[in-house]
């Protein structure tokens, strides 16, 4: 007979944790201040929470294990696979006997695979915080550490992490210190885990080529753009002064003439993927991620994180085909017994102001586990901002 399972484990998702935060990195909004995880971690061990990898959170939620008797489990994931998760991330959760599953795309691996100095190198007056403040990605050697600590899980983030155009409408043009990674990436992806602190990056796309609308490689049906309008374009706005203010209307108009050319005459679009290609492909993202994985170190990769959090059911489905227990996605989208989803939230800083983010940190909490009245607080504030609760 199934065990009773009690209140649901919440499971925090962060992605970036930083010294401070800085929108010309990478994803500046979804990077948490290290004075706020630090704040984080000492609630939870203050509160005698425990801390799981997912496996432990599956056999929960399925009824397979018990809570530990105090009721206080979560779990702690990771996003991306950023660098600062060794930096900073690794030796925080060692000082606090914490444990987190970092979900890594085996694309974004810095593949020259360096051990660079944290945080613990800092507190040992081995080196200066300036020196160990670094971007970029993890290296498979620094994943090997971690996961050896027995702190750390690497799950999978599907192959590539990265989005399509998916139709022609045009929604922009590449110019300076605007850098649509996506575009450049699928171009030149041998330099995407660089792309941080490369300053050629940006450059790899002329400025002035055409962007069109896109979405996750998971739930998009690639469309491919003809060669010669990217040019076309580039040379039309080739006199372009990047350094005055960004006006997409009238750069839109210089070119209009020729955008319409192109559509009218179908050669705007020169390739569609078909359901089948579409199939195949994300059927690699999902299989070749975990192959990867399971062989750089050495383990078992049994669940999968979404990026942009976008995914369908054949997506889902595939991943569990493929051997994956649980796949992450949003509670509108997951039966309430479908422990095959994995639902989580984040904790973002209150109005910069430390006492206040406690204080959300244990309502966002105790919400999640259906505390009375924070549950009821929470679905009345959904209600009347979103129109529905959840």
Partial sequence: MP???????????YHSVALSKNKNRHSGIMTLELKYFEDHLKYLTGRKYRSIFLDEYYAVEKGEQSHPKDQRAVCLTFDDGCLDNWIYVFPLLKKYHMKATIFV????VDTRNPVRKNLEAHWNNEAALAEIDRWGFL??????????SGLVDIQSHTLSHTKYFISDKLTGFHRPRA????????????RKPYYIEDPQFEK???YGSPLFEEESAITARRVFINEDFNRDVVEKLANTDWRSAYDFPALFKKIEPLYKE??????????????AEYRDRVGREISFAKEIIEKELNK????????????????????????????TGRQEECAPDDYSRIIR???????????????????????FQGVFPYRLIDRIYNRIRYGKGT
Avoid at 105 to 108: A, C, L, Q, T, V
Wanted: glycine share 4%; hydrophobic share 30%.
């Fill in 139 to 148: 290296s498979w050697e620094e994943m090997r550490i971690m996961e050896k």
């Fill in 262 to 275: 192109y559509k009218e005459q179908g050669k705007l679009i020169v390739g569609k993927e078909s359901e």
């Fill in 3 to 13: 065990i009773q399972k009690k209140k649901p484990v919440p499971v925090i998702c």
């Fill in 204 to 206: 790899l796309l002329p």
């Fill in 345 to 367: 939230f984040g904790l973002k800083p209150c109005k910069n102001n430390r006492f206040l983010s406690l204080l959300k940190t244990n309502y966002k909490v105790k919400s």
């Fill in 105 to 108: 795309s085996p694309e974004f």
């Fill in 300 to 327: 078992k990769v049994e669940f999968c994180c979404w990026p942009h959090g976008d995914n369908n059911e054949y997506a889902h489905r595939k991943a569990l085909e493929t051997g994956h227990l649980a796949t």
């Fill in 179 to 190: 850098v649509p990674l996506y575009a450049i990436a699928n171009r030149h992806p041998h």
